[in-house]
Structure formats: C-alpha cells, structure tokens
C-alpha cells in the first residue's frame, strides 16, 4: 500500500514538474518571440540541405518503392540470390528517382526559362506603348471629372514609375544572365543565400535523398524501437498509428496537389492560346504554381497575371478574370475533388482558418503544409475530447449535443430544449 502511495506520488509530482516546464518553455517564447524566430531561422538554414533532401525523398518515395519492387519481383526465379535482388532493387530504384528529379529540373528549365526571358523582354519593350495607351484611354474615360482625373493619374504614374524601374534594374538584368541562375533564384530568396550556397544546399540535399531512400526502411525501423522501448505499449502503438495517419494526410495531399497544380498550369497554358492571351506561359506558370495554395492561391496568381495583361487590354484582362473564376470553380468542385477526395477531412472553414493561421505564421509555406497540418491536430483534438467524454461515459456522438439543453447530473439524461 505504501509503494503504491509513493508510486502516485511520484506520478503527481513528475506530471506538475512536466507542465510546470512546458509552461516556463511557452512563457520564454513568448517573451523572446524575436530571438526564437531568429534562432528557428538560423537552424533551418544549417539544415537546409537535410530539409531539401527530406522533401525530395518523400516526394520521390512512390517512384522508388515501386522500381524497387518491380525489380525485386521480376527477377524472382534466377539465379540471383535474394541479397543480390534487393541490392539491385535498390540500385535500379535510385537511379530511376534521380533520374526522374533530373530530368524535371532540367526540362522545366530549358523549356520554361527561355520563354520566361522572351516574355519578360517583350513585356519590357511593350510597355512604354502600353503605358501610354492605358494612360489615353484614363483620360478619355475621367475627361469630365478633371478632379478624378488628376488624383488617378497621380497615382498611376507613381505605379508606372515603379514598375519601370523593377522591371529595368531588377528583373532584366537578372534574367539576361542566364549562366548566374542560381544568383537569380538566390536574389529571389531575399538574398540570405549566395549562388554557390545554392548549388551546395541542392547538391548536399540530392545525396541526403538517395541515403533517405535506401534506409528509409530502416529508420522507420529504429524509430519502432526507441518508441516501444520508451514509451508503455498502448502509448507507442498509439503514436504509430497517428504516424501512419500523417503519412496518408501529408502524401495524399501534397502529391494530389502538385498532381492538380500541374494539370491546372497546363489546362490554363491551352485555354489562354485559344483565347489568344498575352503573355501565356508566364501566366500559366503562375497560376500553376499559386494553384498549390488552397482556396486562394488561383486568386493569388490572378493578380500579378491580371495586372500583367492589363497592360495590353483592359477587355482581355476583364475575360481573364472571368476565365479564372471559372477554372477555380472547376479545380474546386470537379478536379480537385476527384484527384485529392476527402484527404483531410476538414470543412471548407478550417480549411480557410488553417490556410489563413499557418499562413501568417510561415508564409507562403506554411499556406501549403498548412491544411494538412491542421487536419492532424484536429483529428488528434477530436480523439482526446471522445477520450474525455468516455472517461465521464458520456457518448462522443455529436448528434447527442445539436440540441442540448443540459446533462441530468444523476442519471446522464440529456436533456433537450
């Protein structure tokens, strides 16, 4: 009976030195908000080269497994040994995953970039025409309000201004070079990286996805085993099963969006050649990109898209916009729908909170790892209020509380109103 009092006291006091710890943690971050930030940044840019080499492995993992597997299968009943199967399993699996990261990078490259330095050329040598054209048309339509009229040309000339100069001193100058590329994307990436930093961030992060690929197994493994030897058998088979549930979340939506940001960014390309708009494939490659971001990110890219063909035609930027809508309408309810189905579970609120949540909080990253993130949290949410109401034997169905009133103390009645 002692031990057993010891034992629960022991318990209370290491769960009050726990929460006690967690909370002086979640008070100092707070407080020190700036130099946590500053230090989570300083990190990620240490381990940029592991981050990138996770990314790819994961993205990469189906291709390899399924190589692998090919292999292994089909060479059943030779001569080879087992070992000698799966060592070439391995082999042949990497080599298709590098293979294929290769040759996307360099056939979205040489196809993309020279039209992207046409485009951006062209754009530059129009735009004094089409400064000056939109600027007439300004004035015809504000002709008979010359106070409108001076406060809206103001401020054009203030935006043209500003563009001019982007475009001469920033975009140009950049893109001429095309042998400094990495400086480029360097210059894009607010200049925290120098191009060799790049080249050895992607390099380093190839060689840390073909290790992570061919030991993924046994990582996976490892992590079993600290889990059981750390935690109580209910607790780590608990944890893996989660696990397993952020795998499927993370790659059915991730993959699934890529999958539908791809299509989207080609369907736009054909439909604007149709439509014989200005400036396709840049277009094209920034809605497809924006698609990635939920909800907002075909209304994202149609900004700089819409401003970009507005230069040309006022009429064809209205019916640009009205395409758009309607590609959105289709990748929300008929493509979207059927490449990604009910991956999170979540309804279209928390989809917007957590896009506009973690948004905030990471950028342009965290609104696409975002809706995922959120629909584990709140899975694990939802598991551990229904673990509450059953430690009260109170049902967990959400039917029982839509017209509570209250719960009879006694008999745990519920009451309706």
């Given amino acids: 009976m002692k031990s057993d009092k010891y034992q629960r006291y022991i318990y209370w006091g290491v769960t009050a030195f726990i929460v006690l710890a967690l909370l002086v943690v979640f008070v100092f971050i707070i407080k020190e908000m700036e130099q946590v930030k500053a230090g989570v940044r300083m990190l990620f840019q240490?381990?940029?080269?592991?981050?990138?080499?996770?990314?790819?492995?994961?993205?990469?993992?189906?291709?390899?497994?399924?190589?692998?597997?090919?292999?292994?299968?089909?060479?059943?009943?030779?001569?080879?040994?087992?070992?000698?199967?799966?060592?070439l399993g391995d082999f042949l699996a990497t080599s298709a995953s590098v293979i294929v990261l290769l040759a996307v990078v360099v056939g979205l490259t040489s196809m993309l970039l020279p039209q992207l330095w046409d485009s951006v050329k062209g754009l530059v040598e129009s735009l004094p025409a089409n400064i000056y054209n939109q600027q007439m048309k300004l004035e015809q339509l504000l002709a008979n309000n010359p106070d409108l009229e001076a406060i809206v040309m103001e401020y054009y000339n203030m935006a043209v201004i500003k563009l001019q100069g982007w475009l001469s001193s920033d975009v140009v100058p950049k893109f001429s070079n095309v042998g400094k590329i990495f400086g480029f994307i360097s210059g894009v990436s607010s200049g925290i990286f120098?191009?060799?930093?790049?080249?050895?961030?992607?390099?380093?992060?190839?060689?840390?996805?073909?290790?992570?690929?061919?030991?993924?197994?046994?990582?996976?493994?490892?992590?079993?085993?600290?889990?059981?030897?750390?935690f109580p058998l209910k607790i780590a088979n608990k944890v893996l099963d989660e696990g397993r549930y952020v795998h499927k979340v993370f790659g059915g939506f991730i993959i699934g969006k890529l999958l539908d940001s791809l299509i989207i960014g080609v369907l736009c390309f054909v439909l604007l050649n149709f439509m014989r708009m200005p400036y396709v494939l840049i277009v094209s490659v920034i809605v497809g990109v924006t698609n990635v971001i939920p909800f907002f990110g075909p209304f994202i890219g149609a900004i700089p898209s819409a401003f970009l063909i507005l230069l040309d035609s006022p009429v064809k930027c209205l019916w640009?916009?009205?395409?758009?809508?309607?590609?959105?309408q289709f990748d929300g309810n008929i493509l979207g729908p059927k490449i990604l189905g009910d991956s999170t579970g979540l309804s279209s609120f928390w989809v917007l909170f957590s896009i506009l949540l973690f948004g905030g909080l990471f950028g342009f990253v965290g609104m696409i790892i975002g809706v995922p993130t959120f629909a584990v949290f709140y899975k694990l949410?939802?598991?551990?209020?229904?673990?509450?109401?059953?430690?009260?034997?109170?049902?967990?169905?959400?039917?029982?509380?839509?017209?509570?009133?209250?719960i009879d103390e006694e008999n745990k009645t519920y009451i309706e109103k």
């Fill in 46 to 87: 240490i381990l940029a080269p592991v981050i990138y080499g996770a990314v790819l492995a994961y993205l990469l993992a189906p291709i390899y497994n399924w190589v692998r597997d090919a292999v292994v299968s089909g060479t059943k009943g030779g001569k080879i040994s087992d070992r000698g199967r799966k060592a």
């Fill in 320 to 328: 640009f916009l009205g395409f758009i809508l309607l590609l959105q």
């Fill in 381 to 406: 949410l939802t598991e551990f209020v229904t673990w509450l109401l059953g430690k009260k034997k109170l049902s967990a169905n959400i039917e029982k509380y839509e017209n509570l009133n209250y």
């Fill in 194 to 230: 120098s191009a060799l930093n790049i080249f050895k961030n992607i390099l380093i992060g190839i060689i840390v996805m073909v290790y992570l690929l061919n030991m993924k197994e046994k990582l996976i493994t490892q992590i079993k085993m600290i889990l059981y030897g750390i």
